[in-house]
């Protein structure tokens, strides 16, 4: 059995924390994992009448540029992952759902991230903005499914989370 046996906070964020955690394996042998603490966030696939796909370009500094990816935010304090994406949809792509369907969920990078992704479908799409976060800049963009499908398999799409959704929303395909 693993057993974390101590856990110490070394950083402090505004949004995440990072921590040193011991975790005795099995065998009695231990091990130190440098682990981020993230509150969770969602990822939104906004997909209108017309049967195109809603992705905002912005500046991702991990990147070191702009990225495509599907509209997607991080939870609130105590906030239920559903309620996230309704805010999240109205904040980044001004648009309300008046269906939202869980796709899923998954660890980005459960090696080192404690980052759990809800993935929601988001149809019969209206127009109720809300104000966007201080730091955010991006545009929106819209495409043919079709061309997002293109587009990712092409390397053009280079976010996780967008390709994480992407193969959720596979999934469903016939059903679209």
Known sequence: ????????????????????????YPDGR???????????????????VQGQLWLVRQYRQGSRGMLLELPAGT?????????????????????????????GECFLAPGYSTERMYFYLATDLVAAALERDENEFMEIERYPLAEVWRMAAAGEIRDAKTLAGLALLAARKDDL
Do not use: N, W
């Open 1 to 24: 059995m693993f057993k974390q046996s101590s856990s110490q906070i070394v950083h402090q964020g505004k949004v995440i924390s990072v921590a040193v955690e011991r975790v005795t």
């Open 30 to 48: 231990e091990a130190y994992f440098d682990i981020v603490h993230h509150p969770g966030a969602v990822t939104m696939l906004p997909l209108d």
């Open 75 to 103: 939870l609130e304090p105590g906030e239920e992952p559903l309620t996230c994406a309704g805010r999240e949809l109205r904040e980044e792509i001004g648009q309300a759902a008046g269906q939202i369907e869980l796709l």
